[in-house]
């Protein structure tokens, strides 16, 4: 299995076969736009300008799970990425990326990256203790701006924390274009 097995609904609630994205490397987020993180969006975007003519996408989907950070209409999103960040690269419907209504991409990527593969204190933890499942590392994501990057065959192949600032997720594209 890989991305391409799955399709998603577009800002416009149209089916998107991520087929469409086949050869390309992508960063796939989930976003919110009254979170602390929220200015994130403007260094995704010198990211996808820096790397779109390369072969590079963003993948935008914007979730409301984290204390309410992404309210408002798909439209209203739009709008306020646009004035406020001047963002370009696409974006997709609200999705929610944990529970049992979790957004079957999201489901797929916490399971081929779990967190405990990159969030230290976690692994820590589970070494200390071995009392957490890692079936529930598996099915959280911790909040806001949680990006994996999808390589050019489809597979997820980084985790990388809401806290890590896109400029530092650079190199990593660099050497997948």
Wanted: charged share 30%; proline share 5%; glycine share 6%.
């Amino acid at each position: 299995m890989s991305i391409y097995d799955f399709t998603v609904k577009n800002d416009k609630g149209v089916d998107v076969s991520l087929d469409d994205y086949r050869g390309k490397v992508l960063l796939v987020v989930n976003t919110a736009t009254g979170c602390g993180l929220t200015p994130q969006y403007e260094g995704l975007e010198k990211l996808y300008e820096e790397y779109k003519d390369r072969g590079f996408e963003i993948l935008d989907f914007p979730c409301n799970q984290f204390a309410g950070q992404a309210p408002g209409t798909i439209d209203e999103i739009n709008s306020f990425c646009t004035l406020k960040y001047h963002t370009s690269f696409p974006r997709f419907a609200k999705i929610d990326v944990n529970g049992d209504t979790a957004e079957p991409l999201w489901v797929w990527l916490k399971k081929e990256i779990p967190a405990e593969k990159t969030d230290l204190k976690a692994k820590a933890l589970i070494a200390a203790t071995k009392k957490i499942s890692s079936a529930k590392l598996e099915s959280d994501i911790k909040w806001n701006f949680c990006k994996f990057l999808i390589d050019k065959e489809g597979n997820a192949v980084e985790r990388f924390t809401p806290t890590v600032e896109p400029k530092n997720i650079a190199q990593s594209i660099e050497a997948l274009l």
